[in-house]
C-alpha cells in the first residue's frame, strides 16, 4: 500500500496540466507556451484521479488503493479502467517436469495469481473485453473458470500457456465467452474440441493466432469449424508447403493471413527427402493474391528469421523476452 500511494504521488506530480504537492499556478499565471492553465483544485477530482490510474499497472491497481475511501473505490470501478485486464507482465513461479501438466507452479505463485484474479474482476464488474496472460503464466483450470464466468463481455483472450488447462476447463470458459472474436493459443495436438466449441458458441469469431505448428490435421478442423475465419496468424514455426496452400484453398473468407519468420517446408515423393522453400513460388503467390494483406519475411538477413531457424521452427518464446506479444497483424499484438 506504501508503494502505492508513493506512485500515485508520483504520478500526480507529472500530471499534464497541474502541479500538485509542489506549489499550484495562480490565478491567470501562464504556462510557457502562454496560455493559461486552470489550478488544479478547480479540476474534476475523478477526472483526475482517473488520469492518474490509468497509468498503474494492474499490481498497483490491485495492491489496496480501492480501500483508500469510498471515492476512489468508486473510480477504481469505473469501466474505463477495465476493458483491459493486462496480465502479461506476471509469469508463474514454476519447474519443468517429465509428465503432465510438465510445470509445477509454486503455491505462493498460485496464490498470488488468485488474489490479483478476484481483486481485479471485482472492481472490473464484468467489463473485462481483452484479457492477457503472460506466457510462462501457468493458469488453472479452476482460476480460468473463475475468469470467464467474470468476464462476459469479452472478446479477445491472449493465452499462450495452456499446460495446466484441461479439455473441460477450457470448453467451460468458451461457454461463457459468447461475445469473443479473437483467439491467441499454442498449438494443440487435438483440436477438434476447441473449434467445435468456438463454433457453436462464438458467432462473432473471426481472428486466431497459433503459437507453434499448424499441421494439415489442425488446418483441416479450422476449415471444418471456422470456415468464415478472416485473420490467421502462423508466424514463427514451421510450415508444410501443402497446408499452406490448403490454407489458401479452402479458408475462403480469410482476409489477412500471416506467415512472417515461418521456415517452409516442401515435401516432395519419394525418394526424395523435405527441402526448405526460401522464396514463395509463383502458384502460392496467386492463391495469396485474393487476400488484402498476406504477411511474409523469409529472408537470412531477419533476426526473428534467424531465431526460428536457430530454434528448429519451433520458437523457445522463453529465450525472448517480451518478443511473443508482437505480431504483424496489429489487431493481433498486444
Known amino acids: 500500500m506504501c508503494s502505492s500511494v508513493c506512485n500515485l504521488h508520483d504520478a500526480v506530480k507529472n500530471c499534464d496540466g497541474v502541479r500538485l504537492f509542489g506549489g499550484g499556478w495562480e490565478a491567470g499565471e501562464m504556462e510557457d507556451g502562454g496560455l493559461p492553465v486552470s489550478k488544479w483544485k478547480d479540476l474534476n477530482t475523478d477526472i483526475l484521479l482517473m488520469r492518474i490510474l490509468q497509468s ?6 490491485t ?9 476512489w473505490r468508486l473510480v477504481c470501478r469505473d469501466p474505463l479502467l477495465w476493458k483491459k485486464l493486462d496480465l ?13 501438466p510438465y510445470v509445477y507452479v509454486t503455491d505462493s505463485s498460485d496464490k498470488t495469481l488468485t488474489r490479483i484474479l478476484k481483486t481485479s474482476l471485482s472492481l472490473s464488474r464484468g467489463n473485462i473485453m481483452t484479457l492477457v496472460f503472460h506466457y510462462n503464466l501457468f493458469v488453472s483450470d479452476d482460476q480460468l473458470t473463475y475468469t470467464a464466468e467474470r468476464c462476459p463481455q469479452l472478446k479477445r483472450l491472449v493465452m499462450p500457456a495452456w499446460n495446466r488447462i484441461k479439455k473441460t476447463g477450457i470448453c467451460k470458459a ?4 459468447k461475445e469473443l472474436e479473437s483467439l491467441t493459443m499454442p498449438s494443440i ?10 463454433k457453436r458458441n462464438c458467432k462473432n469469431f473471426s481472428e486466431l493466432k497459433i503459437m507453434g505448428p499448424c499441421d494439415m490435421f489442425f488446418a483441416s478442423t479450422l476449415v471444418e469449424h471456422l470456415p468464415q475465419l478472416k485473420v490467421l496468424s502462423l508466424r514463427c514455426t514451421t510450415l ?3 497446408v499452406l496452400i490448403f490454407i489458401l484453398d479452402h479458408l ?10 515461418c521456415r517452409l517446408i516442401e515435401i516432395p515423393p519419394p525418394p526424395a527427402t523435405r527441402r526448405l522453400v526460401r522464396n514463395l513460388d509463383p502458384l502460392i503467390l496467386e492463391k495469396a493474391s485474393r487476400l488484402q494483406r498476406f504477411l511474409t519475411c523469409m529472408q537470412d538477413s ?3 528469421c534467424q531465431r526460428t531457424k536457430n530454434d528448429e521452427g519451433i520458437m523457445r518464446w522463453y529465450n525472448y523476452e517480451g518478443l511473443w506479444k508482437e505480431d504483424e497483424v496489429s489487431s493481433l499484438a498486444c
Open 56 to 61: 498503474f499497472d494492474i499490481f498497483e491497481l
Open 63 to 71: 495492491s489496496g488503493i480501492a480501500h483508500v475511501c469510498s471515492a
Open 88 to 100: 502479461s507482465m506476471m509469469k508463474s513461479d514454476f519447474i519443468k517436469s517429465q509428465v503432465e
Open 174 to 177: 468458451i461457454r461463457c465467452w
Open 189 to 198: 495436438a487435438n483440436p477438434p474440441y476447441l473449434l467445435e466449441e468456438i
Open 240 to 242: 508444410l508447403k501443402d
Open 252 to 261: 475462403e473468407h480469410l482476409e489477412v493471413l500471416n506467415i512472417s519468420h
Open 302 to 304: 531477419c533476426v526473428m
